[in-house]
């Protein structure tokens, strides 16, 4: 495919007058779009509606005489999208690091793989097919695995697959690569590439808006690398845009609105110069240990993906990292990763961090099974999923086990298990650990120290047995994300349901209360690390609760800093009382609201 400028309605602005004014021209009645806000921040300016044009085959048939011909044409695409891929790989170095261009080199190393190579050329050769067929053939056999998974991190990476091969195909066409939009624009389309964002930026773009994905996909954490907002999985939004319309874009809230009234400018203008004011301010608290207004330290730390994060997290004020999610060492290669692989790995993340404290969740995988079992779940997030998996098939558990005793060093990494449901499968882990760590310890050449033992606690079933379990592991740590959705049968991925998410529900915030009291009573330690710990509104509920470990964002830890110094633990003590008597979200909401206000 490639990208066509959408037609102009005899409304749109023409695209060579697009502006990067705050004020441009408008007509039409104000409305707004919700969707998922993945990158913070505000803009405001004209629409730049792109559609991906649908190609238009030149052969349907291969003759035979024209075998040869089609191979070479197979592999000057291959060429053409190497070099394109390069130079947006350079582009990224040069803008954001190596730690995203690394994205676009596994790209290239798939062009490169020889198993894909002979398996499309032998194809063409022997079953005489044009090799647009015999390439969408291959990539939708993991594309469809992919895209109907039930896990939302398998649907995201599906993307990057999606633009290998559509890449491959426009170059086999010999279609020209676009990477131009008007400046300062806000690029509204169905769907974005990370090639895309990364290209389309360097004409300052102000902001992304899309149909299609999540928090967590690489168009998304690339675009909070570069500091530009996007709002994600706005249904059929892009269908509605209409190029040169104003449009301003929330990423803070997941809303765009387009057609905005004078008023609701001034609104967002106002609120961005108070963003800018607080960030300031921001970055003064985060070099700064966090402490109540009666003194009562809380520590806070980082929830990250990868090791390149680290080299980040002391100008963000991360006492450590609290959350490691090891999952994308598993995808990358769509198998397990190898033990030394892994312990390299881990041991580089922990003498980063020393003596800073390294959590490491254990590959918390499931929801599709790609590699593990030919049958399609019927509900995969109710299935074979996290620690399930982790015991039913030993050789991944005792692997990544075995890397991460060997990889502690420095004493200062710790394990934590992910989706435990029952006192046996915390015992299962635990003495795994036992029994790997001593026979380790027997042949080290070095003093190794036993890691920590952590249980998540992100099942209603985890709750329920929270007294059993805090008295077995060295600390525990609520995933809200996870815990909310299962309470209260709500996929938050699922758009139809989404306003059903609710975190500050009665249930959760009395299942928070429960878990943090009952772990401190058994001298147990607990930390946050979903995304309700970054919430303005449930910090000093938590406090109240007695938590005073925080894993969050990192982007998130100096405005969370700043905050807590607001209160004192008497009041917020005070506010959770009040709060586990409410019998609504919306009256916790008012009451919690009322006394961030007051403060």
Same mark, same amino acid.
């Given at each position: 495919?490639?990208?066509?400028?959408? @037609?102009?309605?005899?409304?749109?602005?023409?695209? &060579?007058?697009?502006?990067? %004014?705050?004020?441009?021209?408008?007509?039409? +009645?104000?409305?707004?779009?919700?969707?998922?806000? %993945?990158?913070?921040?505000?803009?405001?300016?004209?629409?730049? +509606?792109?559609?991906?044009?649908?190609?238009?085959?030149?052969?349907?048939?291969?003759?035979?005489?024209?075998?040869?011909?089609?191979?070479?044409?197979?592999?000057?695409?291959?060429?053409?999208?190497?070099?394109? =891929?390069?130079?947006?790989?350079?582009?990224?170095?040069?803008?954001?690091?190596?730690?995203?261009?690394?994205?676009?080199?596994?790209?290239?190393?798939?062009?490169?793989?020889?198993?894909?190579?002979?398996?499309?050329?032998?194809?063409?050769?022997?079953?005489?097919?044009?090799?647009? =067929?015999?390439?969408?053939?291959?990539?939708? +056999?993991?594309?469809?695995?992919?895209?109907?998974?039930?896990?939302?991190?398998?649907?995201?990476?599906?993307?990057?697959?999606?633009?290998?091969?559509?890449?491959?195909?426009?170059?086999?066409?010999?279609?020209?690569?676009?990477?131009?939009?008007?400046?300062?624009?806000?690029?509204? &389309?169905?769907?974005?590439?990370?090639?895309?964002?990364?290209?389309?930026?360097?004409? !300052?773009?102000?902001?992304?808006?899309?149909?299609?994905?999540?928090?967590?996909?690489?168009?998304?954490?690339?675009?909070?690398?570069?500091?530009?907002?996007?709002?994600?999985?706005?249904?059929?939004? %892009?269908?509605? $845009?209409?190029?040169?319309?104003?449009?301003?874009?929330?990423? !803070?809230?997941?809303?765009?609105?387009?057609?905005?009234?004078? $008023?609701?400018?001034?609104?967002?203008?106002?609120?961005?110069?108070?963003?800018?004011?607080?960030?300031?301010?921001?970055?003064?608290?985060?070099?700064?240990?966090?402490?109540?207004?009666?003194?009562?330290?809380?520590?806070?730390?980082?929830?990250?993906?990868?090791?390149?994060?680290?080299?980040?997290?002391?100008?963000?004020?991360?006492?450590?990292?609290?959350?490691?999610?090891?999952?994308?060492?598993?995808?990358?290669?769509?198998? @397990?990763?190898?033990?030394?692989?892994?312990?390299?790995?881990?041991?580089?993340?922990?003498?980063?961090?020393? @003596?800073?404290?390294? /959590?490491?969740?254990?590959?918390?995988?499931?929801?599709?099974?790609?590699?593990? %079992?030919?049958?399609?779940?019927?509900?995969?997030?109710?299935?074979?999923?996290?620690?399930?998996?982790?015991?039913?098939?030993?050789?991944?558990?005792?692997?990544?086990?075995?890397?991460?005793? +060997?990889?502690?060093?420095?004493?200062?990494?710790?394990?934590?298990?992910?989706?435990?449901?029952?006192?046996?499968?915390?015992?299962?882990?635990?003495?795994?650990?036992?029994?790997?760590?001593?026979?380790?310890?027997?042949?080290?050449?070095?003093?190794?120290?036993?890691?920590?033992?952590?249980?998540?606690?992100?099942?209603?079933?985890?709750?329920?047995?929270?007294?059993?379990?805090?008295?077995?592991?060295?600390?525990?740590?609520?995933?809200?994300?996870?815990?909310?959705?299962?309470?209260?049968?709500?996929?938050?991925?699922?758009?139809?349901?989404?306003?059903?998410?609710?975190?500050?529900?009665? $249930?959760?915030?009395?299942?928070?209360?429960?878990?943090?009291?009952?772990?401190?009573?058994?001298?147990?330690? /607990?930390? =946050?690390?979903?995304?309700?710990?970054?919430?303005?509104?449930?910090?000093?509920?938590?406090?109240?609760?007695?938590?005073?470990?925080? &894993?969050?964002?990192?982007?998130?830890?100096?405005?969370?800093?700043?905050?807590?110094?607001?209160?004192?633990?008497?009041?917020?003590?005070?506010?959770?009382?009040?709060?586990?008597?409410?019998?609504?979200?919306?009256?916790?909401?008012?009451?919690?609201?009322?006394?961030?206000?007051?403060?």
């Amino acid at each position: 495919m490639v990208y066509r400028k959408a @037609p102009k309605s005899s409304g749109d602005a023409p695209d &060579s007058h697009a502006s990067s %004014s705050d004020h441009p021209a408008t007509s039409g +009645k104000e409305r707004q779009y919700r969707g998922i806000g %993945s990158a913070k921040g505000f803009a405001i300016g004209e629409t730049y +509606k792109f559609v991906k044009e649908t190609i238009e085959h030149e052969i349907a048939e291969l003759s035979p005489e024209n075998i040869e011909q089609e191979v070479e044409r197979f592999m000057t695409a291959l060429r053409r999208s190497e070099k394109e =891929l390069k130079k947006i790989e350079r582009v990224t170095t040069r803008k954001i690091g190596r730690f995203y261009s690394d994205l676009f080199q596994a790209q290239i190393m798939l062009l490169e793989d020889p198993v894909l190579i002979e398996t499309i050329t032998r194809r063409i050769r022997a079953e005489i097919k044009p090799a647009h =067929l015999v390439i969408e053939q291959e990539f939708d +056999k993991y594309l469809d695995n992919f895209i109907n998974s039930d896990d939302i991190i398998f649907r995201e990476r599906a993307a990057d697959l999606h633009d290998i091969k559509e890449r491959i195909i426009r170059n086999l066409h010999i279609r020209k690569l676009h990477s131009w939009v008007p400046e300062g624009s806000i690029v509204v &389309s169905h769907h974005l590439s990370p090639a895309d964002i990364i290209l389309f930026s360097r004409s !300052n773009i102000k902001g992304f808006a899309t149909d299609t994905g999540g928090k967590t996909s690489h168009i998304s954490l690339i675009c909070k690398s570069l500091n530009i907002p996007i709002v994600v999985g706005l249904g059929n939004f %892009s269908q509605k $845009a209409v190029s040169g319309e104003r449009i301003i874009l929330d990423g !803070n809230a997941g809303l765009v609105i387009t057609n905005p009234e004078e $008023a609701t400018v001034d609104t967002y203008l106002r609120k961005r110069e108070e963003e800018s004011r607080r960030e300031a301010d921001d970055s003064i608290m985060a070099h700064r240990h966090a402490f109540t207004r009666c003194g009562a330290r809380i520590s806070v730390c980082s929830n990250i993906d990868f090791k390149e994060e680290i080299e980040h997290l002391d100008s963000m004020g991360a006492e450590g990292v609290g959350l490691f999610r090891t999952e994308n060492l598993f995808l990358d290669d769509l198998k @397990p990763p190898k033990e030394a692989a892994q312990q390299e790995y881990y041991r580089e993340m922990g003498e980063m961090l020393t @003596p800073k404290p390294l /959590v490491i969740r254990l590959f918390d995988i499931g929801g599709d099974k790609l590699i593990y %079992s030919p049958v399609k779940e019927p509900n995969p997030n109710l299935g074979w999923r996290g620690v399930r998996i982790l015991i039913d098939v030993p050789e991944i558990l005792d692997t990544q086990l075995q890397a991460v005793i +060997k990889a502690n060093i420095h004493g200062n990494i710790d394990v934590l298990i992910p989706m435990i449901s029952s006192v046996e499968e915390v015992m299962h882990i635990k003495q795994a650990i036992e029994k790997h760590y001593n026979t380790i310890k027997t042949h080290a050449h070095e003093p190794l120290e036993k890691p920590g033992i952590g249980a998540m606690i992100e099942l209603p079933a985890a709750v329920e047995l929270i007294d059993e379990i805090s008295r077995i592991v060295d600390f525990v740590s609520i995933g809200t994300n996870d815990l909310t959705q299962y309470t209260l049968a709500v996929d938050r991925n699922n758009l139809i349901v989404q306003d059903l998410f609710e975190k500050f529900h009665p $249930a959760i915030i009395r299942q928070l209360h429960r878990v943090i009291t009952t772990a401190q009573k058994n001298h147990c330690r /607990v930390s =946050l690390c979903g995304d309700m710990g970054s919430d303005p509104l449930a910090t000093p509920y938590l406090i109240g609760c007695g938590l005073r470990e925080f &894993s969050i964002v990192s982007s998130d830890i100096p405005a969370l800093k700043a905050m807590v110094g607001k209160y004192t633990v008497e009041e917020c003590e005070a506010l959770a009382a009040e709060c586990l008597k409410l019998s609504s979200a919306s009256a916790i909401k008012a009451r919690l609201e009322a006394f961030v206000k007051a403060h």
